[in-house]
T-cell receptor, first 113, second 112 residues
């Protein structure tokens, strides 16, 4: 079955710096890659996603890249702010007919003011 | 996105008892999912519940322990049966809507 590995497990950056979180997946049939932000005590919130027919997607300070050949995808946050501090989860999903999502272990991001 | 609510938001239960968690969505959705999240951990899929069919359980989860109902396109329940302290966790429902997945606020369960 699908396996998603996520690195690093913890990331600490200075406010204004960039943060990069990387994930790899094992199942080449995966075609949908969402990223979730989870603040303490709250639900996972979908912040950006990318589908397998696209190599890069950007939304303001957040961007995601996908390398299907290497089975890698990454989240990039630029100009980080303290409110970006949270746990971020990557996921890989097979979204054809059914829908099954496997999550990475999560990255705890600290943005220091 | 979808507006998803869960009841109860939290509960403290005694071992050996059962708790039913409700999930309500403001849109009609075909696929609903139930996840478990241990403190500080990732999300683990318990089962997929499609309206009109039996729920599909992931490895390590069985229907006798986690029976699921899906009576219509906007509602589902998950029961945690014969609870033990190891069942203490956050249980989240999730839906697929327009090829994206959204989560409810979760139910924090503590078993004493």
């Amino acid at each position: 079955g699908e396996n998603v590995e996520q690195h690093p497990s913890t990331l600490s950056v200075q406010e204004g710096d960039s943060a990069v979180i990387k994930c790899t997946y094992s199942d080449s049939a995966s075609n949908y890659f969402p990223w979730y932000k989870q603040e303490l005590g709250k639900r996972p919130q979908l912040i950006i996603d990318i589908r397998s027919n696209v190599g890069e997607k950007k939304d303001q300070r957040i961007a995601v890249t996908l390398n299907k050949t290497a089975k890698h995808f990454s989240l990039h946050i630029t100009e980080t702010q303290p409110e970006d501090s949270a746990v971020y989860f990557c996921a890989a999903s097979i979204n054809t007919g059914g829908f099954k999502t496997i999550f990475g272990a999560g990255t705890r991001l600290f943005v220091k003011a | 996105s979808a507006v998803i609510s869960q009841k109860p938001s939290r509960d403290i239960c005694q071992r050996g008892t059962s708790l039913t968690i409700q999930c309500q969505v403001d849109s009609q959705v075909t696929m609903m999912f139930w996840y478990r999240q241990q403190p500080g951990q990732s999300l683990t899929l318990i089962a997929t519940a499609n309206q009109g069919s039996e729920a599909t359980y992931e490895s390590g989860f069985v229907i006798d322990k986690f029976p699921i109902s899906r009576p219509n396109l906007t509602f589902s329940t998950l029961t945690v049966s014969n609870m033990s302290p190891e069942d203490s966790s956050i249980y989240l429902c999730s839906v697929e809507l327009r090829a994206a997945q959204y989560f409810g606020p979760g139910t924090r369960l503590t078993v004493t």
